[in-house]
């Protein structure tokens, strides 16, 4: 529906008319509903092709007699869990329905009409749809190498700045922060604003020099470091994720949190999966195997891509990507077309199993060699 098909659009608050929400990774469902198919894949949504390890699964069988009551609203052996994997205080836990919920409690903290948060170009959607929905103002660093310039982000800095949003690694495009420029860069912010470090991609990272933002809590009380079990936990049906930070941060976003954001199953198998080591390197280990295949099928077609950390990997077409996606959906493959991140000649490519990506790789084939 339009704004101006919209007759309660008067009746909102003033940044919901310039908002376009968030759209997520087609559903295989619907896709199949659409065209009357079956057998489709999806490597869209850069989702585990894992799923749960089995710690988790066995943690949502058990939790399964409790349905008819309410979660723990404090949710507190899931925070234990955490604080104990990140050797920190319950209290630096702010557990969230999807790492998504966390960010959208900073913005609701922090930012208010007159002040500013910061992010790059080609970062992640969700950063300036929580901004614009409470009514601050999104500012924009152009990007270097499709990734974060930090000194273009600096330069933005200013008095009415509350929120650094950095994506690391980012998404969609997969690129990364060493630890020395990142670390230099927080130190280098005023006190009044928090930087915000999206790890939800950090398990499939194997750069020496990448940091582990966690480490950095104690020197950097206006940092938050969110996480994810969306990814290498392979939980994303269940929506669960978290944020580490100074306990007065973490008191602030609790204040916001919304009750029983986190549901009882979603609790039982994050406390398991976080202990799952085995499980976190089978996905990583098949994600780099992945990784290889693609990449290197992308070089044999000729076709250009962003090196990515991620459990993803941004293809350029070398030109407008929209009729190569919709050619892929009508032979069952749903992967995502970025043209909302300022990339319309790109399509962001999740890793999968062996076979999908090999089906993926012989059905852009066929495609770029007729279109």
């Avoid at 900073?106 to 910061?118: K, W, Y």
């Avoid at 273009?152 to 990364?176: D, Q």
Wanted: glycine share 8%; hydrophobic share 45%.
């Amino acid at each position: 529906m339009t704004n101006q098909e919209n007759p309660f659009l008067a009746l909102a608050a003033p940044g919901i008319a310039g908002l376009t929400p968030y759209v997520p990774g087609k559903p295989v469902s619907e896709l199949e509903r659409e065209l009357g198919i079956s057998g489709t894949i999806k490597l869209a949504s850069n989702e585990n092709p894992l799923g749960p390890g089995h710690r988790a699964r066995e943690a949502i069988a058990a939790a399964l007699p409790e349905l008819g009551l309410y979660p723990d609203g404090a949710a507190f052996e899931l925070r234990r869990a955490i604080a104990d994997h990140h050797r920190v205080s319950p209290m630096a836990v702010t557990i969230g329905n999807g790492s998504n919920d966390v960010l959208d409690m900073v913005a609701r903290v922090f930012l208010q009409p007159g002040t500013e948060s910061l992010f790059s170009a080609h970062a992640f959607a969700v950063y300036p749809i929580a901004t614009q929905a409470v009514g601050a103002t999104a500012r924009i660093a152009p990007a270097r190498d499709y990734g974060h310039d930090l000194a273009a982000m600096a330069a933005l800095v200013n008095e009415h700045t509350r929120v650094v949003w950095i994506a690391n690694p980012n998404n969609p495009t997969g690129t990364w922060l060493a630890a020395d420029p990142l670390r230099t860069f927080i130190e280098g912010l005023p006190k009044t604003c928090v930087v915000v470090i999206d790890e939800a991609y950090t398990e499939y990272v194997s750069e020496p020099d990448f940091p582990d933002a966690t480490q950095w809590l104690d020197a950097h009380p206006h940092l938050i470091v969110t996480r994810t079990f969306s990814k290498a936990h392979g939980l994303a049906a269940l929506r669960v994720g978290y944020a580490l930070s100074d306990p007065r941060l973490a008191d602030l976003l609790n204040r916001v949190r919304h009750p029983f954001n986190v549901n009882s199953l979603a609790q039982a198998a994050a406390a398991a999966a976080i202990g799952d080591c085995e499980h976190v390197r089978a996905s990583v280990e098949l994600n780099r195997a992945g990784m290889r295949q693609l990449t290197a099928g992308f070089e044999r077609l000729g076709l250009g891509y962003i090196p990515s950390v991620g459990n993803f990997v941004t293809v350029d077409l070398g030109r407008t990507a929209a009729p190569i996606n919709e050619a892929l959906l009508r032979r069952g493959i749903i992967v995502r077309p970025i043209a909302n991140y300022g990339l319309p000649n790109h399509l962001r490519i999740s890793i999968g199993l062996e076979a999908d990506n090999a089906r993926l790789l012989a059905a852009l084939e066929d495609i770029v060699k007729v279109l």
